[in-house]
């Protein structure tokens, strides 16, 4: 049954309904006006039952216009020539000099179907083909052409638990009766477990410490040693921080100035602790210490860890704790 029979069997019920109970009380079950029904009744009487189909106020679209392959090709030397060009300015480039009106939307979907879509994508091929031209090309562009060709992009990777571990602190707010509130948080590279506690205060001194007993005894407990971490510039990382590290034998690097997304898989754990957590905690509960909240947090990293499902490439369906434990579970 299509939309529009269901749609027509719903009118002529309603007035078979208006038979048996009455107008007024067969419109307010049905959630309709009086004037509706009656517009219905009234196209019933007239045209019979095809008259309750729904009418179509415009057509249908049809398909969507296809350009000539040489004014394809036009539009894409253009396009490359012009990387930064986007597709309205192509579209009133080609209205201008070839009198061709061809609307902003059919020139995307021309780009996107050649791997041109973006600005990186066209400025990429651009480089790729001056480099040629001039007989040099770069590793760099090589780099580049290669994840552009292949849709892919470097990833930071580990290759088990332990081997590479994300920190980064995140502030929560300013909460009444307590104050500042700030958050450490890391995450294994390897298996997405994460880690995370409320600082009593934004300090190397405290993050070291959450370094030398949270985070090293936990990583220890489940068969693994910390090898490395990667942190931001801030100043919370440095001083005792990296003191703590040499102290223990880790290797520290830190990102990047303003390259936030190379740190990545921490930035994307501290925004699902706030969506799936603070934003809905906040809602329900009234903290008065930092003991509270951190109790809260470290309830809601169990589930995360334990039990909440995971797609991402890495975990592909697993907990992280099925992989962080892996080499304790081995051993037994």
Known sequence: MTLD????GMRLQVIRRATQIGVSAACTEAGISRTLFYRWQHRLSRYGVDGLHPRRLR???????QLPAPVERRLLAVAIAEATWGAQRLAAYAQRLWQLRVAASTVQRVLRRHGLATRRQRLLVLEHHSARDAG????????LLWQLRHGQ??????EHPGELLCLDTFYIGKLKGVGKVWQVTACDAASSFGIARILPALTAAAVATFLRTV??????????????????GGGEFKAEFAAACKALGIRHTRIKPR????NGFVERLQQTILTEHWRVVFRRHYFTSRATIDRSLHRSMQFYNFERPHHGYRVRGRTPATIFHGAMALAR
């Open 59 to 65: 057509a249908r679209p049809g398909r969507p216009p």
């Open 259 to 262: 390259h936030a997304w190379t």
């Open 215 to 232: 985070v090293v005894p936990a990583v220890r407990q489940a068969g693994w040693s910390v090898e490395r971490v990667l942190t931001d």
């Open 153 to 158: 992009t470097r990833h930071v990777e580990a």
């Open 5 to 8: 029979e269901s749609i027509q």
């Open 136 to 143: 040099l090309l770069t590793q760099r562009t090589r780099q």
